[in-house]
């Protein structure tokens, strides 16, 4: 990890899980092996809390939760029970649930049956309090520009107008 204090936050997470009395299924502490630098093991913590902090909150680290739903629609509303929207995963090989689950997940990102990369034709954008817009492609520019139509007449006839978008604040 990038710094101590970053390290501290993954420690601090996976102890108020085990707190909470969530399962650590792999991981959960210092690799004894690596003793310079701020390593942290990847952790998978089982939780049945959708309102826990490990589900509720970003980490930034090498820690991710798990849990257990009983069905599509659970899973879909639990999804979208967050103040954060940046990227979510789909893997089923159900296509009415694949179109279902992109319609329905409130996430800038969509990624079914992969964990990415990003392309770059895409727009890499958040949704709720992840991302203040679109980044890298022409919809990033976008925010950055306010639409507005002309309508011209040259002639002293007056014919079918004539479409002039301008892109400029």
């Given at each position: 990890?990038?710094?101590?204090?970053?390290?501290?936050?993954?420690?601090?997470?996976?102890?108020?899980?085990r707190d909470e009395g969530d399962k650590i299924i792999v991981g959960g502490s210092?690799?004894?092996?690596?003793?310079?630098?701020?390593?942290?093991?990847?952790?998978?913590?089982?939780?049945?809390?959708?309102?826990?902090?490990?589900?509720?909150?970003?980490?930034?680290?090498?820690?991710?939760?798990?849990?257990?739903?009983?069905?599509?629609?659970?899973?879909?509303?639990?999804?979208?029970?967050?103040?954060?929207?940046?990227?979510?995963?789909?893997?089923?090989?159900?296509?009415?649930?694949?179109?279902?689950?992109?319609?329905?997940?409130?996430?800038?990102?969509?990624?079914?049956?992969?964990?990415?990369?990003?392309?770059?034709?895409?727009?890499?954008?958040?949704?709720?309090?992840?991302?203040?817009?679109?980044?890298?492609?022409?919809?990033?520019?976008?925010?950055?520009?306010?639409?507005?139509?002309?309508?011209?007449?040259?002639?002293?006839?007056?014919?079918?107008?004539?479409?002039?978008?301008?892109?400029?604040?």
């Amino acid at each position: 990890m990038v710094s101590q204090n970053e390290r501290k936050t993954a420690e601090d997470f996976v102890q108020r899980a085990r707190d909470e009395g969530d399962k650590i299924i792999v991981g959960g502490s210092e690799p004894s092996r690596m003793k310079k630098g701020y390593f942290y093991e990847p952790t998978v913590i089982e939780t049945t809390n959708q309102k826990s902090s490990l589900i509720q909150e970003e980490i930034f680290g090498p820690v991710v939760p798990v849990m257990e739903v009983d069905n599509f629609d659970t899973a879909i509303e639990y999804a979208n029970d967050s103040i954060y929207g940046l990227a979510s995963y789909v893997f089923t090989k159900d296509n009415g649930r694949v179109f279902k689950a992109m319609h329905r997940i409130k996430f800038g990102e969509c990624y079914v049956n992969q964990v990415g990369p990003e392309q770059l034709q895409g727009a890499h954008t958040g949704f709720r309090q992840t991302g203040i817009g679109a980044e890298g492609s022409k919809y990033g520019l976008e925010c950055y520009t306010q639409l507005k139509t002309c309508y011209l007449d040259w002639s002293d006839n007056p014919s079918l107008p004539y479409l002039f978008p301008y892109r400029g604040k």
